[in-house]
């Protein structure tokens, strides 16, 4: 476990990974290299419907800044640029992307013991203000975000969320959407590893009466292959296959359709990403 309780971010992360990581419905490939100065470069092509994009992306690392160029086939540069430690305990990331200046965005996250901070201003004239605590330990943490929107003079958002966590086990309340929608998460992890694991999940919406129970799971059926499925009470049945092809290299297969409709096409993706 970590020495802290982490973001707020975090808390019932390890849930939704299992319901929703890898989750796919296009086609992606992405190739890396790596160079003797230590950039590592990689292209991603991407294919939804008829529609097909792709980017080029620079990754360079030194001591503790990271450095990140991306280039995508509609023109746009985004840059991103991560500085570890300038104060103790602290991470600063800058994100900038051209020609829309007015998405970039400048966060610093500031870890302890026993708290968390994370706050992000947007790099415009009224900005929109995100700011996140976090308190308590590895195993208990109990936490708050939100979003404040200076043009207008109010909240945009407010979340709070409560975690416990145990070597083999971790479960989540989040209270979201400005108070309308509760969503509780518990994980079991099955094997020392936690490649295997299954998870209950079970979202309320007050102002629709509105409830959705998804079950789901994990499962290594060796060190190269990890098979993945979910269940909602609404019919929507996932599947995902994820294989290691070589070291690094991963085949991803994911499908989802609607049981109670099976006339609808289900989404159907597949992603590719090698690695030297």
Same mark, same amino acid.
Request: aromatic share 6%; proline share 3%; net charge positive.
């Given at each position: 476990?970590?020495?802290?309780? $982490?973001?707020?971010?975090? %808390?019932?992360?390890?849930?939704?990974?299992?319901?929703?990581?890898?989750?796919?419905?296009?086609?992606?490939?992405?190739?890396?290299?790596?160079?003797?100065?230590?950039?590592?470069?990689?292209?991603?092509?991407?294919?939804?419907?008829?529609?097909?994009? $792709?980017?080029?992306?620079?990754?360079?690392?030194?001591?503790?800044?990271?450095?990140?160029?991306?280039?995508?086939?509609?023109?746009? %540069?985004?840059?991103?640029?991560?500085?570890?430690?300038?104060?103790?305990?602290?991470?600063?990331?800058?994100?900038?992307?051209?020609?829309?200046?007015?998405? $970039?965005?400048?966060?610093?996250?500031?870890?302890?013991?026993?708290?968390?901070?994370?706050?992000?201003?947007?790099?415009?004239?009224?900005?929109?203000?995100?700011?996140?605590?976090?308190?308590?330990?590895?195993?208990?943490? *109990?936490?708050?975000?939100?979003?404040?929107?200076?043009?207008?003079?109010?909240?945009?958002?407010?979340?709070?969320?409560?975690?416990?966590?145990?070597?083999?086990?971790?479960?989540? %309340?989040?209270?979201?959407?400005?108070?309308?929608?509760?969503?509780?998460?518990? %994980?079991?992890?099955?094997?020392?590893?936690?490649?295997?694991?299954?998870?209950?999940?079970?979202?309320?919406?007050?102002?629709?009466?509105?409830?959705?129970?998804?079950?789901? $799971?994990?499962?290594?059926?060796?060190?190269?292959? *990890?098979?993945?499925?979910?269940?909602?009470?609404?019919?929507?049945?996932?599947?995902?296959?994820?294989?290691?092809?070589?070291?690094?290299?991963?085949?991803? *297969?994911?499908?989802?359709?609607?049981?109670?409709?099976?006339?609808?096409?289900?989404?159907?993706?597949?992603?590719?990403?090698?690695?030297?």
């Amino acid at each position: 476990m970590s020495k802290g309780p $982490g973001l707020f971010s975090d %808390i019932g992360k390890k849930a939704r990974d299992v319901l929703t990581k890898d989750y796919i419905s296009n086609q992606k490939l992405s190739i890396s290299t790596y160079s003797d100065t230590g950039v590592a470069l990689t292209s991603t092509a991407v294919k939804k419907g008829g529609l097909s994009t $792709g980017d080029v992306g620079a990754q360079y690392k030194y001591k503790n800044t990271l450095i990140d160029v991306k280039v995508d086939t509609a023109s746009n %540069i985004s840059t991103t640029l991560t500085l570890n430690d300038i104060a103790p305990s602290t991470k600063t990331i800058a994100s900038l992307k051209f020609p829309d200046y007015s998405s $970039g965005k400048l966060e610093v996250q500031y870890y302890h013991h026993h708290a968390a901070f994370s706050t992000a201003v947007g790099l415009k004239q009224n900005p929109i203000v995100d700011l996140s605590v976090t308190l308590g330990t590895p195993t208990f943490a *109990i936490g708050a975000e939100a979003s404040y929107e200076t043009a207008e003079g109010k909240l945009a958002k407010y979340t709070a969320g409560i975690s416990v966590t145990k070597p083999d086990s971790c479960a989540a %309340i989040i209270l979201g959407d400005k108070g309308d929608t509760i969503k509780a998460s518990y %994980i079991h992890h099955l094997d020392e590893l936690k490649k295997s694991a299954a998870v209950g999940e079970i979202t309320r919406r007050f102002s629709t009466n509105e409830n959705t129970f998804t079950v789901g $799971g994990s499962y290594a059926v060796d060190n190269l292959t *990890i098979v993945k499925l979910k269940l909602n009470n609404h019919g929507n049945l996932g599947a995902l296959l994820q294989h290691e092809l070589i070291p690094k290299s991963l085949l991803t *297969i994911s499908s989802e359709f609607d049981t109670k409709a099976l006339e609808k096409t289900p989404k159907f993706g597949v992603a590719l990403a090698l690695k030297p």
